[in-house]
């Protein structure tokens, strides 16, 4: 079975946020609005196959996704410091500065953690481990809404 969905997610501050339970919530939701169109699953409340892949794509170029700590907040702000040394957001170190002075420095945060996520299913659970949350990764000062890509594969 291959099966996707759209989710959209509600604009969120520079940061890193977790958004592990809005993907369950998606999944789980989205069987209402399609289930004429999809096979059978094994649970009657769920998407998720009893094995598999979740696949999550971010269509766009200045937020990325991450799978990590997901207890401590710490770590996400750890993250964000960390990432503002690295890239520091100077306009005169870049020519692409249409946007503004978070535009370019987004864009390569962007393509340092990546725009997909894939995550095992295993007995019809995301098969996360114990501390581990999948991340989105805002790196505009003002993100807009941003359009995550589920895709699940499975039996």
Do not use: Y
Not at 16 to 42: K, Y
Request: charged share 20%; aromatic share 6%; net charge neutral.
């Amino acid at each position: 079975m291959v099966w996707q969905t759209q989710l959209t997610l509600a604009p969120r501050p520079r940061g890193f946020h977790i958004i592990t339970e809005e993907i369950r919530q998606a999944l789980a939701g989205s069987r209402q609005r399609s289930q004429a169109n999809m096979p059978q699953m094994n649970s009657p409340q769920s998407n998720i196959p009893k094995t598999g892949l979740l696949h999550i794509f971010i269509q766009h170029t200045s937020a990325s996704l991450a799978i990590n700590e997901s207890a401590d907040p710490s770590v996400r702000r750890d993250f964000e410091a960390h990432f503002n040394r690295m890239v520091p957001e100077d306009p005169s170190l870049f020519e692409h500065t249409l946007e503004g002075s978070d535009d370019m420095t987004s864009h390569l945060k962007s393509s340092m953690l990546g725009q997909s996520v894939t995550v095992p299913i295993t007995n019809g659970s995301l098969n996360l481990g114990t501390w581990q949350g999948i991340w989105l990764c805002e790196h505009r000062n003002r993100g807009g809404s941003r359009r995550l890509i589920l895709t699940v594969i499975g039996e």
